[in-house]
């Protein structure tokens, strides 16, 4: 099997072979399959015809060799198997392709350890940019220093690391937890659970700051027995809901990180014989498909995976052809909103 | 900014700077760098240390020059934003990644001239395998033919054209459309609708003889007006749920080839004060998280897409590595499983 394919790769037709076949010189060929108006149309067309004939192929590392180019982005996230990480991939993916870069993909399954080790790889392979989202415990960028070093452009988004000089794409999640928050209080709520990951991540800890803001404009004194982290899985909210069902003095409204686990708490809440909102009114976050399909459908933030994916691709493409400057790029906030639906509004 | 690059490109460090910053012969800082044992220890850790000092990077180009392997595997699918592809994804990405490969994605937006285009830039990218799954509209394997004919190895899955000496991992996608059938049937059903997207491809077609076949074997007479094709997206469960509804003589059940969709046409039955499974019993397919989130919770077909990924992935490895040969490999089969819950069992 082995043997067989070094003959194969033995036979790879070369510019010299057209040439040889053609009797035409080698500068000849190679003009005209770059497309050379100096070589004539009809001898251009010959030498297509022959090259695509004989299965010939552009050797991309010997001209990567010159332009020093890979013509390749990573995208480094922490989980793949996400709704709002596909979304985002699927965003970077249209970008990135149309502009020509294909798009190698690592993910670190949370962990410091195998991002870094994901980022000396993609280093080592001369990636021409990358997008990275940090895992949960990813505490500073020392591992990202050779891409800066050599001026290899970083976009990161969502998960990120702020203020040291580096280019993010996020939401306002300060201000989507505080609005989340204002408006449980609006609906009645005085005691109002939190249910969310990491507190080290910056997207958890500014939800977690606009929720605790909130309280305190509108004085109730924030209860740190209110607050559930855990890891977005759907357990976390089977868990959060097994937990303040069985306090005393049970929370009244929810403002919980993610809409799979907010779907998940809600059902446990209501096979527990409580009413959602009446009991327990609900916010969530993401706006995934699951929101609208649950019963009460989920009022949610709307937090457009796509688009930040667009965004962050366009960003690093456009530093990439020089026409704009990721170093001039600190922060960029994509729009995004509460929308509000069953699962919070309660009948007055 | 461009010329600032240029100059960080110029100054790439090589092991000719390692070697002279030493005054060590090149052989020996090559053969220190691959950890040679001809060289001490001593030297090899002082040249290491300097080399990481330095931020020399091995040459991918060059090395790749000579092996003529790029460590790279092509991911070829119909759509990113998809729950199912996502997790075949998560399982490819392990398996390939362990392996020391590196994953480029391409995806089609189920265009099959856009599927031809990704397959000849890989091709032209020299991509070392590809795993690949085809678009709705894909109707041949010519655009494969490249691949092929220069033992490129291919694993195709889930969507797959079968019998043509190619490699296809899948799922026995007619015994899964039998016995939902065939459970609706032995719950009462005898007006069992189908919803489904084009018959074009294997999986539909298949999950639809496997329907169609149950009803015959329990003497029921098919109905071509029960059947829905549609794109598979939340609109397909609404606007099949209306025309149902519209009709004179309802259908009873339905067999669903996707959760969301199952989750979407379920809502509107609801909607329309129907209820579920009592006058309509639901089966849908992939076993989707939303499945036990909803009410009721719905019977579905168990599709592991992260095995699926895993084993394509493996197939495919095994392959480069020698290990196995694909060309001996016609159709791995990954099992599936009906899963009961409430939307399909009534009481009786």
Do not use: W
């Not at 949370?110 to 415990?137: C, H, T």
Request: proline share 3%.
């Amino acid at each position: 099997m082995a043997k067989e394919k070094e003959k194969e790769k033995e036979k790879d037709v070369t510019i010299y072979d057209l040439a040889n076949e053609l009797n035409i010189s080698v500068a000849t060929v190679s003009r005209a399959l770059k497309n050379d108006p100096v070589v004539s149309k009809k001898t251009r067309k010959k030498i297509f015809e022959l090259a695509e004939k004989r299965g010939y192929r552009t050797n991309p590392f010997a001209r990567n060799l010159r332009s020093g180019e890979t013509k390749t982005i990573a995208f480094m996230v922490h989980e793949l198997n996400s709704t709002f990480i596909n979304s985002v991939l699927s965003g970077v993916e249209k970008i990135v392709t149309e502009a020509g870069y294909d798009l190698i993909i690592a993910h670190s399954s949370e962990s410091f350890a195998k991002e870094a080790a994901n980022a000396k790889n993609l280093f080592d392979k001369r990636v021409d940019g990358v997008i990275a989202s940090l895992s949960f415990d990813t505490k500073n960028l020392d591992h990202f220093k050779p891409f800066f070093d050599r001026n290899v452009p970083v976009v990161f988004f969502d998960r990120v690391e702020k203020g040291k000089g580096n280019t993010v794409v996020v939401i306002d999640n300060y201000k989507c937890g505080y609005e989340a928050t204002q408006h449980l209080i609006e609906q009645g709520c005085k005691r109002i659970a939190h249910i969310t990951a990491s507190l080290s991540r910056n997207v958890y800890s500014d939800r977690y700051r606009g929720y605790k803001d909130a309280l305190y404009d509108n004085n109730i004194e924030p209860d740190e027995s209110l607050v559930f982290i855990g890891d977005l899985s759907e357990e976390t909210g089977a868990d959060a809901a097994k937990k303040f069902l069985n306090m005393s003095e049970r929370p009244d409204g929810a403002f919980i990180t993610n809409d799979f686990v907010a779907a998940s708490f809600i059902k446990k809440i209501k096979e527990a014989g409580l009413r959602v909102p009446e009991d327990v009114a609900v916010v969530g976050f993401n706006n995934d498909a699951i929101g609208h399909l649950i019963e009460p459908t989920l009022t949610t933030v709307n937090y457009p995976g796509i688009e930040m994916g667009e965004v962050a691709g366009r960003t690093l493409i456009n530093h990439l052809k020089g026409v704009s400057d990721l170093s001039k790029i600190n922060t960029i906030i994509i729009n995004s909103e509460l929308i509000i639906r069953e699962s919070s509004v309660r009948k007055k």
